[in-house]
Each structure stands twice: as C-alpha cells, then as structure tokens.
C-alpha cells in the first residue's frame, strides 16, 4: 500500500509538474501578481454574452493555451480532470466539450485545484496515465450571482466576505519530463463546526484546513519550506492560526493563503480576501509554481480548501461544511 | 502503461466488489426489481422536512447499512468518492460530514456510479486504497424542482421524459476478499449533438452513450453476456441501438438500459423510463450484481450516462452535453 498514516497517499514514482497557464482577470490583473499570470483578460464577458460563457472561456483558454505552449496534442492526454463552481460544474463540462478528451468531473467548491491535481497524480503513478491536465476556474460574476445576490443590486459587502477571483489556472502533469514533483497527496474530510454565514466562508472553511494540514504533517513528518490554503482570506488563515498555536504547533512562519497573497487587500478594497476555485489555481499556477522552479522553495504543501455551501439547503436550515485537500511537491 | 487502445484503463490486479447496498423509494419499490433492493422507503420525506434532506439520508444510509452489513469500521476505508444530481453535491457532502471518511467528491451527472467505481478501482489498482466505498443517489422531488418545474405546479410530463428514480447504491469495492471484480474503466468524452430540450434527455445522452461503448469495445475487443447504459430511457436506447445499427455493429441481444428496467414503463406510468444518478446505482448494486453472483451472465459492461444539463446556461440558449463512463466486469 502506498499510503502512510492515516489519509496520505505516497507517489513513488515521477510524477512531474510539467507547466501551468494561468489566466486573469481584470481585478487580479492589478494586484501584487500581475506580472506572474501568463495573460490578463480585462473584460468581465470576454466578448462573451453570459459571465458564464466567459468563464467556460477562461477554461478552455487555459488549456488550449497550455498545450500549444508545449506542443501537446490532445491525443496525448490521457485524461482532462475539471470542476468550477457552477451548478453542473457547466464552466468544466463545456470546456470539456470543446477540448475533446476523455473527462473526469469533480466537485470540491474552492478545493478543486488540489483535488484534481491530487487524482491526477495518483492515477499517472498507478501506471494508468502518461499525462493529465487538471483546471479550475471561477468568476467574480457568476459566483455572486448564483451563491450570492445579483450584483445589480449593488449591496454592502460584509467586512468578513472574500472576492471571488476571476481566472482558470491549468496544470500539465507527466510522468516524465523536469520539473517539481508531487510526492504526497491528502484528501480531507468533511469538517463542519455549524457557521451558517455565507459571508464568512474562511470561518466556514478553517477548521477543515486545519485538519487535513494536521492530519498531513503527521502522517508525513515532513517540513515545508512554504505551506498554502486556498482562500481562507484573512479571517480563516488568523483561525488555522490559531488552532494550530493552541496545539502548540505554530505554522505562522512557513504558512500562507493564496486568498491574501492575490491580492492587496487595504489597496484593493477586497475585505478578507480572495476566494473560488480559481484563487488557488492561478496563484499556484503562476506564483508558487515560479517559487519552485526557481529555487526561491526547495518544497511546497499546496492545499486548496473548499465550503460546499448550497444555498437551497443554507435556505433550510443547514450550516456549511468545508473541506480541503492537499499535495506535497518538491524541487 | 495500463491503457489499451484510445481510452481504455486496465485493472491488474484484485479489484473486487465485495458488497452492495441499495435503497429504493415507493415506486421504484412497486416495479419489476422490488425482490432485489435491500431496503425500500415509501415516505417521499423519510421524516426528513424537506426533499434534499431526505435524499441525504437515503446516501448516508446506503453507506452506513453496507458497512454494518459486512462490519467494515470506517477506519479501514480509505476514500469515499460519491456525487449526486443536486447543486453542490449536496446529497454526497452531508452525507460524507456524517460519515466522516476522506472524501472524493464528483460530478458527472447521471454518469456517477460508473464514473465513482472506475476512479475507486484505478486507486485500488493503484496501490493507493485497500477499500473503497463509492456512492450515489437522486431524489424524484429534488430533481424535479431543481431542474424542472415546481411539483406543486403539476405540469403535464412530455411522453419523452422521464422519470427520476428515488434511491441509494452504495457499493464496496476492495482488493481482497470474492465477488465479480473490476477489469477495466473507460472514461468517456463530452458528446453533443446540439439536443436542447430538457424533456428528452435519452436523446442528449444517447450520442455518448454509443461514442463510450463503441470505443470501450474497440479498445477491448471483449464481448460481454450483458451490457447496459445507465438511463437512456426508451428514446435514448433505440437511438443508440439505430446507431450501432448503422454502424453494422448490431448490439441489440446484449444490451439493455437501466432506465427501462427498472420501471413496468407502460403500467407505472413512467413515458420513457428511469433517470437520475439513482438508476444505474440501484439497478447495478441489486439486479445486475445479483445476476453476477448467480452466475446469469458471466461478466457485464456497466456503463452510467449523464446529460450535463444545466438550467442557467439553457436559459442562455445552450445545448446539453451528454457523458458516459463504462467498466467491464467478471465474475
């Protein structure tokens, strides 16, 4: 068995992050990031006629991009593993249709990115693949509108809400070739301590961080040049921090979450921070995935972290449940 | 690389599925497979107090009686990948917080129980997990408002559409231990012929139906005793019968739907069959599984369908996308 611990899986073989793509949008473009993206869309439609139609493009777009940037053909692919945020991950699905390989839909909410890299790291080392793109991908617009309120409405944002990141980060992993390799892969649990705000998705979704990070370190005994949550945003990263100091195993040093480094956040009026799907997946794609391949980090815990929040069952009652997952890579 | 012909994984080892357990609702419980299901709920809200809920218990219960049933403790399984027809998997994710085992969730529509079973067996085969339990289920009254129209509105049914099925399949998949065992996935492409009505989902899914078995057969080579789609229904099945037909590939002795056995379609009332995730899960983890153990038919192909049928870009005047994944299964 290639499992060690309780919930981590080892990959003893290469498993190689090849190359990312990462595709912002407008807002992001602006940030602290901005000379990190492979392209920057200005246009919240995208010369599309539906926010979900230009989402489905920044999907498709990443890939398409990724693969003429290395030559790949489609008929190299092994294996496409996508999901969004949308209802019937339609942004994937579409996507999907388009780029024409065989497809593995999942569904994390915002802890897609490691999900998919995890499963595509485990089946190129169980000798079922050569080669798995994985993408995420969310939007600013179609996000507030199907968790949220219409934007048309223009309300007051919460002090404790996040800016759902408009980007598609996608990923090329082989089991050949250079670059960082996956090592490890730990998918979470569901973890739900009863917020029921969905204004405070870092509330909802901390506690989960902190139990698959946990459970990772111990089952690994590994330490990490940098580890990174998805889009806690500020409110969730002080509350993992602080479990894990009432544990007497303080993070602060080498723990940071892509939601507060996408963007400035006093500058950039975001409240706590970045979130969605593709907070992760354009901050690892571009950023961290740059870190290693430079040196700047020998190795990287990347989880991404997920709140299934349903407004249908919010509406009855329910609170939302978090989850998270995440990989080891190194150099 | 355990791959033969385009897209076609091969199991190498052990992958058997030990146990199943399914769940059916009052009208399902009324149709030709009533002797085979284990547990049949008449109340559409299980004292739950509202659909979604009651959809959460049937899940939650699947996976809890299977493991009672054979006394697995939670422990000693390493993954749960399960996924559902509602927004958020929501059925899959409460039902996994309850469950409190790591957690894979997917998204493929009615194609779930195949898509679910094909990744637990490559991660099985892998080396990653001894047990897997893999998991999905639909709900009539969820479905319908979710995708439809409100039930209270009783809106009369096009003779094209079909029926959700209410019910759970749970299934246990292992590397040790008897029972028919998993010898091969393949995952299917997103096909769409342009079908834009939301009545005729036979129609939208038939195309990848034929496109996943068609390839799964050249892939292989194999000829099965049984083969059968996930919830075609009776428009979905003779397109993909005339398919083949004119392919001179006549598949027609071997091939059935799962849509249309489990309901009396001209006495229940059903127009052209059973749907949803529930479908195939219930109709595999009872009828077909029994006729596997019984030694009916010494190995079957099972294939799940899903049309990514999604209300908001419908609206838009998109199409609906169809998927389909299959395993080939011995004895």
Redesign the interface.
């Known amino acids: 068995?290639?499992?060690i611990g309780?919930?981590t899986?080892v990959i003893k073989g290469d498993v190689v992050i090849r190359d990312t793509y990462t595709i912002a949008g407008k807002k992001e473009g602006e940030g602290p990031l901005k000379d990190n993206f492979d392209m920057i869309v200005d246009d919240s439609l995208w010369g599309e006629?539906?926010w979900?139609?230009c989402e489905l493009k920044f999907q498709q777009t990443a890939v398409e991009n990724l693969m003429k940037k290395n030559k790949i053909d489609k008929?190299n692919i092994?294996?496409l593993i996508a999901?969004d945020l949308?209802?019937?991950?339609?942004s994937s699905?579409?996507a999907?249709?388009a780029l024409?390989?065989?497809?593995?839909?999942?569904?994390?909410?915002c802890s897609t990115m490691a999900?998919s890299m995890g499963?595509g790291a485990?089946?190129i080392?169980?000798?079922?693949?050569?080669n798995v793109i994985c993408v995420t991908s969310s939007h600013f617009c179609s996000a507030e509108r199907?968790y949220r309120l219409p934007l048309e409405m223009g309300g007051q944002r919460h002090m404790s809400a996040q800016w759902t990141v408009t980007g598609s980060g996608a990923v090329w992993l082989s089991n050949s070739g250079s670059g960082p390799k996956i090592k490890n892969v730990?998918?979470?649990?569901?973890?739900?301590l009863g917020v029921k705000d969905a204004n405070n998705m870092g509330a909802a979704m901390a506690p989960a961080a902190y139990d698959t990070l946990k459970q990772h370190l111990l089952d690994t005994k590994k330490e990490y040049d940098l580890m990174t949550s998805g889009d806690l945003g500020t409110v969730g990263k002080n509350i993992v921090n602080k479990m894990f100091n009432e544990d007497k195993m303080s993070i602060e040093d080498k723990y940071d979450d892509c939601g507060t480094i996408i963007f400035d956040i006093e500058k950039q009026d975001v409240h706590a921070g970045g979130s969605g799907c593709g907070c992760s997946a354009v901050v690892f794609g571009s950023f961290l995935y740059k870190k290693l391949l430079n040196g700047d980090i020998d190795n990287l815990l990347f989880m991404s972290t997920g709140a299934?929040?349903?407004?249908?069952?919010s509406l009855?009652g329910?609170s939302i449940?978090g989850?998270a997952h995440c990989i080891g890579i190194e150099r």
Chains 1, 2 share one sequence.
Do not use: C
């Open positions: 068995m290639k499992k309780k919930q899986f006629d539906s979900e139609k008929n092994d294996l999901g949308l209802n019937q991950i339609v699905s579409f999907a249709r024409g390989m065989p497809f593995v839909g999942v569904y994390g909410a999900l499963l485990l089946l080392d169980g000798g079922f693949a050569e199907q730990t998918f979470g649990k569901i973890i739900d299934l929040h349903s407004p249908t069952v009855q329910e449940p989850i």
